[in-house]
């Protein structure tokens, strides 16, 4: 039984640690970027807006790169696109899983924008449901006359090669803000769901947004829109 109890426990350990040393990430430095980055290899993967920052990162489909991009405009140096590029390296070679492309608009539902960002600082590339793939959870916003008060917030997570979104207006005034989630979110395994809420209770707590009274509640009965008007 102790021979067994020991094999057992190896085992485990074997599996686990392979699992924790396949699915990592990390973020490369500036040198790291302009080497693998050249001129000729953004061209072929379409980059064309200045890199603010490149996400390596590999599970047990490969070495990723996801590489956030940004055009700058105006004396004000703010942003008005951005672009994200998800790239897998096979055999040396790199080609577009997927990409993200947004930019401010001239009004939304409440104001005026003046920028749009990537929020990197929620952005998570993890494994989340332990499968050995990593789901990218990817956050960005806008802001508007009163700042992030009333700018949208949109947070993007892909599953096996498909996207789920929420989008959320923010607002000084209850009736502004209002949440859409996309109905195949609630088919995401609960784990990524809890991991989404929890990062958008740390964007409330930031003081990044405003969500509708009862947002939790409301996603636990898998709402698909929600307002202070509503709940």
């Known amino acids: 039984m102790r021979l067994l109890t020991t094999i057992l426990f190896f085992i485990f350990h074997f599996f686990g640690f392979s699992q924790d040393t396949l699915s990592k990430s990390n973020i490369l430095s ?14 072929n993967l379409g980059i064309r807006f200045q890199i603010f920052r490149v996400y390596e990162y590999s599970d047990k489909l490969g070495k990723h790169y996801l590489v956030l991009t940004e055009r700058i405009q105006g004396e004000k140096a703010k942003n008005d696109s951005i672009k994200a590029v998800n790239v897998l390296v096979e055999n040396k070679k790199m080609s577009v899983q997927w990409t993200i492309n947004d930019f401010k608009l001239k009004e939304n539902e409440v104001s005026e924008e003046s920028s749009i960002w990537f929020w990197s600082k929620y952005i998570e590339l993890n494994d989340i449901d332990g499968d050995g793939i990593i789901e990218p959870i990817i956050i960005y916003g806008t802001e508007g006359i009163n700042g992030t008060g009333d700018g949208r917030i949109k947070i993007l997570t892909y599953y096996k090669g498909k996207k789920m979104a929420i989008r959320h207006q923010n607002g000084e005034l209850d009736s502004q803000r209002n949440t859409k989630v996309e109905k195949e979110f609630y088919d995401l395994p609960n784990s990524i769901q809890t991991k989404v809420k929890e990062i958008m209770k740390k964007i409330y707590d930031d003081n990044n947004a405003i969500f509708p009274y009862g947002w939790e509640k409301a996603m636990l009965n898998k709402k698909l829109t929600f307002d202070e008007r509503h709940n």
């Open 30 to 43: 500036e040198p790291e970027v302009q080497t693998i980055f050249t001129d000729a290899v953004k061209a």
